[in-house]
Structure formats: structure tokens, C-alpha cells
């Protein structure tokens, strides 16, 4: 069993930067790939980014603003938002399952219970 804990969201500027993070329960922390999605008002969950042992996987929307990264000594994982766009602007949750990175929602067995970004104009 896996616990996620999201935490860093908040309101932020369009330009500016937020760092998320994810910490996880568990010993086994290591083995588990861990992934970002995201959902905003009236929209579908989507795929923001993940990371597993292989690297780091991004949606277009967010590559080379996005950056994912994690400290298994720490069991968390983190996700640094760059350039911020109103359109980011969603809840951010976190997840996990074993081996390796989906970007299908239905493929993860553990979820945080997000955290809100607001990225104002």
C-alpha cells in the first residue's frame, strides 16, 4: 500500500514558478514509477509527466517548461513548473504503479489527493 501526499500548489502570475511535491509512504518507493496529471474545471484528467527509472516522459503541453525529478532517500517526487500559463491551471495529482510510466489514468494503482494550481493573466 502506497500513500501519496501532494503539496505546494497555490496562486502564481503567468510567468512565474511553483514547485510541487509529492511525498510517498512505503518502502519500496524506488520500484514505483510516478507520474503528474492534472484536470481543470470541466475537463478531463490528462497525463502531465513521469518518471521511473528509464527517465522522465512529458506531455507536449509542458515539455521544457516542466521538469520532474524525485529523491528515493526521501520518497518524494517533484514536479518544477517554469513559465506558467493561465491554462495550467488545474488541480495537480499525483500517482503511482509499479515498473513503468502510463500516460493511461486507469494503469495507476495509487493517487494523491491533489493540489491547486492557479495561474492568473
Known amino acids: 500500500q502506497v500513500q501519496l501526499v501532494e503539496s505546494g500548489g497555490g496562486l502564481v502570475q503567468a510567468g512565474g514558478s511553483l514547485r510541487l511535491s509529492c511525498a510517498a509512504s512505503?518502502?519500496?518507493?524506488?520500484?514505483?514509477?510516478m507520474a503528474w496529471f492534472r484536470q481543470a474545471p470541466g475537463k478531463e484528467r490528462e497525463f502531465v509527466g513521469g518518471i521511473n527509472w528509464r527517465g522522465t516522459y512529458y506531455a507536449d503541453s509542458v515539455q521544457g517548461r516542466f521538469t520532474i525529478s524525485r529523491d528515493n532517500a526521501k520518497n518524494t517526487v517533484y514536479l518544477q513548473m517554469n513559465s506558467l500559463k493561465p491554462e495550467d491551471t488545474a488541480v495537480y495529482y499525483c500517482?503511482?504503479?509499479?515498473?513503468?510510466?502510463?500516460?493511461?489514468?486507469?494503469?495507476?494503482?495509487?493517487w494523491g489527493q491533489g493540489t491547486q494550481v492557479t495561474v492568473s493573466s
Open positions: 512505503g518502502r519500496t518507493f524506488s520500484m514505483y514509477a
Open positions: 500517482a503511482a504503479k509499479r515498473d513503468y510510466v502510463s500516460r493511461r489514468i486507469s494503469e495507476y494503482d495509487y
